[in-house]
């Protein structure tokens, strides 16, 4: 059996130094934004290349508290427009619909998943305020197209890279240094993975820095002195301290997904199966390797047979799900195409060659 996704045997190549880290953690009797959070905080904001880096629960707050950030800066009222991809997983929309802003759904790319340019530019109205992207699957998003936009009409650009850890656009500038902010999630499948929940902003803006800063907190800077009506959404100071470890290889993992994918991409040829699309630069990290194939079903109980893990990435499209049943009218047919269509495979740093070699085979036979 080879497993979609092995957490465990990721992990475990870290074993000595998450004890070590714990039993600091232990003994330093600090366990609320600690010495591990601001160390994680100048870490990865290196590491992204921008400023500012502010830890958070997890990846939906990141980017809810973006928004409310800007709503404090006066850069964002309640209703206003904020174009998002239809193709998405639903933490994007629901971040835009918690801040009280009005998410406007945009049709997906048949080749990327990530926004149709055409229909971005339409969707485009006097009331819309913000866009944001998602770089999904690991992909940066059409960044040129989109800042060039949001410039002409004076948008905030909001990348949501909660699958995009280390992915760099032709500039070399990283995931969460592109638009105006961004939000991360470390939930433990991401390229860098904490073991429990965990998110960030990055952003060069010293203002919405501040903001969020005390969003995170229940409004403050100062103990028990609130200023605004805030939150309790903080990096947890153990995942930080395991963030820290793991960041180091962060960039040898992301190259080994990207290895593995391109034997997928040049050693699967079946007629039956659409493969990404991928230029072979470091715009895509593979945080997920999705497939496309018009007898999902099939394929599944293929794969079954012959001990290959799979995931779907996502079944039901966010305007189809009963939580936005407002939603429901809308129709979107390309995004509803890939969401019946789309199959993850398996994709990790620890998984050896041999096992690529199997998925293949396996692939190559259906």
Do not use: W
Not at 78 to 95: G, P
Not at 148 to 169: P, T, Y
Not at 269 to 295: A, M, Q
């Amino acid at each position: 059996m080879i497993p979609f996704l092995d957490l465990k045997a990721i992990n475990q190549r870290f074993e000595a130094e998450f004890q070590s880290n714990f039993q600091q953690f232990l003994a330093s009797g600090y366990y609320i934004l600690g010495n591990q959070v601001k160390l994680f905080e100048s870490n990865f904001g290196n590491y992204c290349g921008t400023k500012h880096c502010i830890g958070v629960g997890n990846g939906l707050d990141a980017l809810r508290l973006i928004l409310e950030g800007y709503k404090i800066l006066g850069k964002l009222k309640e209703n206003d427009e904020v174009l998002v991809a239809s193709n998405t997983y639903i933490a994007t929309i629901l971040a835009i619909k918690q801040a009280g802003l009005k998410p406007i759904l945009v049709e997906a790319d048949s080749a990327t998943y990530n926004f149709n340019l055409s229909a971005l530019k339409g969707a485009v109205s006097k009331n819309t305020k913000a866009i944001m992207p998602v770089h999904l699957y690991g992909q940066i998003s059409i960044m040129d197209e989109i800042l060039e936009i949001s410039e002409k009409h004076n948008l905030l650009v909001i990348e949501d890279a909660a699958q995009a850890h280390g992915a760099k656009d032709a500039n070399g500038n990283r995931a969460g240094n592109i638009g105006d902010a961004a939000g991360f999630s470390f939930y433990p499948s991401k390229n860098l993975g904490a073991l429990g929940d965990g998110g960030a902003v990055t952003t060069n803006d010293d203002q919405l820095a501040q903001a969020v800063l005390k969003l995170r907190n229940y409004g403050t800077t100062t103990k028990y002195v609130n200023e605004v009506l805030g939150f309790n959404s903080r990096l947890d100071e153990l995942q930080a301290a395991f963030l820290n470890v793991k960041l180091k290889t962060l960039d040898s993992d992301n190259a080994r997904r990207r290895a593995i994918a391109k034997r997928y991409i040049s050693e699967i040829k079946n007629s039956k199966i659409t493969l990404p699309k991928y230029d072979g630069c470091e715009n895509h990290v593979f945080h997920l390797f999705v497939i496309r194939v018009e007898n999902r079903n099939a394929l599944i109980d293929y794969l079954d047979r012959n001990g290959i893990g799979h995931l779907i990435h996502y079944p039901i499209p966010p305007h189809q799900q009963k939580a936005l049943s407002h939603l429901a009218h809308l129709q979107f047919p390309v995004t509803e195409k890939i969401h019946n269509q789309v199959l993850s495979i398996p994709m990790s740093p620890v998984l050896k060659d041999e096992q690529v070699s199997q998925v293949i085979t396996v692939l190559n036979s259906f």
